[in-house]
């Protein structure tokens, strides 16, 4: 399976080791690349509306015409069974893009054109975070469809 994750921005020090220990474990079950583009600008300097449409050209020439899932704040709630369910649906045609906003969230472009859009939470994550808890659930859903134990 191809399994592409698309993201502005890069993996801080300190949420490295999760990041790497995540990719490592989900290599198991599937090819995994994790795609981070250039954030739009400087958040202090730049109006919110250009850094997401930078972001958002990044994003759309990764994607390469993919379908893709938006990881949304305000997007469908699922429990892990569901995602593995829905990562299992795309293992079937083969391949899964995922998107996650960048600090300032994602611009309409991106939401819009979204096959579907998941929350992982109410709460409000960092886009790193919102990154390593996918990664996570992504592993999950994989040891859920293998009906393997997860312990941990
Ligand atoms: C810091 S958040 C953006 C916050 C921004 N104020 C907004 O309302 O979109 C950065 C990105 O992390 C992801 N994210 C953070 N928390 C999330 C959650 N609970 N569910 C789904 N995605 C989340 C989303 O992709 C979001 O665009």
Redesign the pocket.
């Known amino acids: 399976m191809e399994l592409e994750i698309i ?1 502005p921005g890069k993996i801080s020090k300190h949420l490295f080791d999760s990041y790497n220990f995540y990719v490592d474990k989900i290599k198991r079950f599937s090819k995994i690349k994790v795609n981070f583009v250039k954030l739009g600008g400087d958040l202090n300097k730049l109006p919110k509306s250009v850094v997401l449409k930078r972001e958002a050209e990044e994003i759309l020439k990764k994607l390469k015409g993919n379908d893709y899932v ?6 469908k709630m699922l429990n892990s069974i569901e995602f593995s369910k829905m990562l299992e649906n795309y293992r079937l045609k083969g391949k899964i893009h995922f ?8 611009d309409e472009k991106i939401v819009n054109g979204a096959l579907e859009r ?14 390593i ?2 990664l996570e659930q992504i592993f999950r859903g994989f040891k859920i469809m293998n009906n393997e134990n997860y312990h941990y």
């Open positions: 993201i938006l990881i949304d704040l305000h997007g998107v996650i906003g960048g600090p300032l969230g994602i998941i929350s992982l939470s109410q709460l409000t994550f960092t886009h790193e975070l919102a990154l808890i996918l």
